[in-house]
């Protein structure tokens, strides 16, 4: 199993630009690693994908170096909307699913 | 519209019953999911599902069982409820390819007494 360490939080100020960094030391050559956004009282939301390199849509950035053993979500300017915990997920499709393993999860505050 | 729903959205027992969990998905998927998120918020999975293929985390204990009657529905059956059972418990799915995301829903909050 892939085991992945994040940090257990982070503050930041509105319209700051935010990494969070994941570890990912024994990742498998077919683990793809996702990036999930949590609100309270919420289940998780995906956020963003990728294998390596770097992929961006319109909400964040994911760098992933060419080792493959970390990845960075970047956040754009963020807003107060933005606080909420972020998980790295990495994994294979099923049935490996099944073994995929969240990271403990980064709480992000935004301050005004 | 809700694409993963759950019942109940709240749960409160007494220790020794025996409870289920309800979720449904209308996304068309075919593999299903069952998360424990703990008191301090770590997220893990106890089962996946896949058709007739059940992938469990060898962590859960035996008390715990998925059942699927279809493939837009897996339910959590709780035997012998423990104090350790109380969580929020989130269902998710995923169209099972490669690359996966998963969609969860709003979770039921289980609290054992």
């Known amino acids: 199993l892939a085991k992945t360490t994040q940090p257990i939080s982070m503050d930041s100020y509105e319209g700051q630009e935010v990494n969070i960094t994941c570890s990912h030391n024994?990742?498998?050559?077919?683990?793809?690693i996702t990036w999930y956004q949590q609100f309270p009282s919420q289940g998780p939301r995906f956020i963003i994908q990728?294998?390596?390199t770097k992929v961006t849509n319109e909400v964040a950035s994911l760098f992933i170096p060419a080792d493959r053993k970390s990845s960075t979500l970047s956040l754009p300017r963020v807003s107060l909307s933005d606080t909420a915990v972020y998980y790295c997920?990495?994994?294979?499709?099923?049935?490996?699913?099944?073994?995929?393993?969240f990271g403990d999860g980064t709480t992000l505050t935004v301050k005004p | 519209d809700t694409a993963v729903s759950q019942t109940p959205k709240y749960l409160v027992t007494q220790m020794g019953n025996d409870k289920s969990i309800k979720c449904e998905q209308n996304?068309?998927?075919?593999?299903m999911y069952w998360y424990k998120q703990d008191s301090k918020k770590f997220l893990k999975i106890m089962f996946s599902?896949?058709?007739?293929?059940?992938?469990i985390n060898e962590t859960v204990p035996n008390r715990f069982s998925p059942k699927s009657p279809d493939k837009a529905h897996l339910n959590l059956h709780i035997n012998s409820l423990e104090l350790g059972d109380s969580a929020v418990y989130f269902c998710?799915?995923?169209?099972?390819?490669?690359?996966?995301?998963?969609?969860f829903g709003p979770g039921t909050r289980l609290l054992v007494l």
């Open positions: 998710a799915s995923s169209h099972g390819g490669v690359p996966e995301t998963q969609y």
């Open positions: 024994n990742i498998a050559t077919n683990d793809y």
């Open positions: 990728g294998y390596k």
């Open positions: 997920l990495v994994g294979d499709f099923f049935p490996n699913a099944g073994k995929s393993t």
């Open positions: 996304l068309g998927h075919d593999t």
């Open positions: 599902y896949n058709n007739k293929e059940l992938i």
